[in-house]
């Protein structure tokens, strides 16, 4: 059964940068068959697509949050991770991982982690 | 960039009862490319309809997807005590995911 955890800060300072990486188990993410994405949410709120990263490590990014975010993958560790840079209070959200299949739909998810922008 | 609207917001219904929500997209998309997904409180999205009417494995067949172009319909035939939370359907186009603003279904 395939599983994905996030983990990763839970407190960031505005201005600063949030770092959070996605451990897979069950499965490999280097593999042809997925990408490997991002999504938020914040409090009270609904979804927000963050961005996706394939195996050959295209990447692609919501254009409200390209000038900030980095996603990347780690095969030898079975991880990818998400930066975003000069975070705002806007910023605090649950932070979800995901696997989507055939290129448009998210399967698999993980738990979700709480990222508070606050000094 | 596809804008997806849902509708009712919120919709208040007994158990046993069908409910009907609605998935609009700004302009017409293939619907190859529209899911729907359920979110209980405290947890992660969980993926319900692919391809706007198949289901994902394991999930009942009360749940339906169905529609073309701009309008998608998620129907629940009759509720169920855990059917009751939150639903939000998605859409790829043009190497863009976007989500809608989700429908809540409470119990009345």
């Known amino acids: 059964q395939l599983q994905l955890q996030e983990s990763g800060p839970g407190l960031v300072k505005p201005s600063e940068t949030l770092s959070l990486t996605c451990t897979v188990s069950?499965?490999?993410?280097?593999?042809?068959?997925?990408?490997w994405g991002w999504i938020r949410q914040p409090p009270g709120k609904g979804l927000e697509w963050i961005g996706n990263?394939?195996?050959?490590?295209?990447?692609y990014y919501n254009p409200s949050l390209k000038s900030r975010v980095t996603i990347s993958l780690d095969t030898s560790k079975n991880q990818f991770s998400l930066k975003l840079s000069s975070v705002t209070a806007a910023d605090t959200a649950v932070y979800y991982c995901?696997?989507?299949?055939?290129?448009?739909?998210?399967?698999?998810w993980g738990q979700g982690t709480l990222v508070t922008v606050s000094s | 960039e596809i804008v997806l609207t849902q509708s009712p917001g919120t919709l208040s219904l007994s158990p046993g009862e069908r409910a009907t929500l609605s998935c609009r997209a700004s302009?017409?998309?293939?619907?190859?490319?529209l899911a729907w997904y359920q979110q209980k409180p405290g947890q992660a999205p969980r993926l319900l309809i692919y391809?706007?009417?198949s289901r994902a494995t394991g999930i009942p067949d009360r749940f339906s997807g169905s529609g073309s172009g701009t309008e998608f319909t998620l129907t629940i035939s009759r509720l169920e005590p855990e059917d009751f939370a939150v639903f939000y359907c998605?859409?790829?186009?043009?190497?863009?995911?976007?989500f809608g603003q989700g429908t809540k279904v409470e119990i009345k």
């Open positions: 995901a696997r989507m299949v055939s290129v448009y739909y998210f399967d698999y």
């Open positions: 998605q859409h790829y186009g043009s190497s863009l995911w976007t």
């Open positions: 990263i394939y195996y050959s490590g295209s990447t």
């Open positions: 069950g499965g490999s993410i280097n593999s042809n068959n997925y990408y």
């Open positions: 391809g706007a009417s």
């Open positions: 302009q017409s998309v293939s619907s190859s490319y």
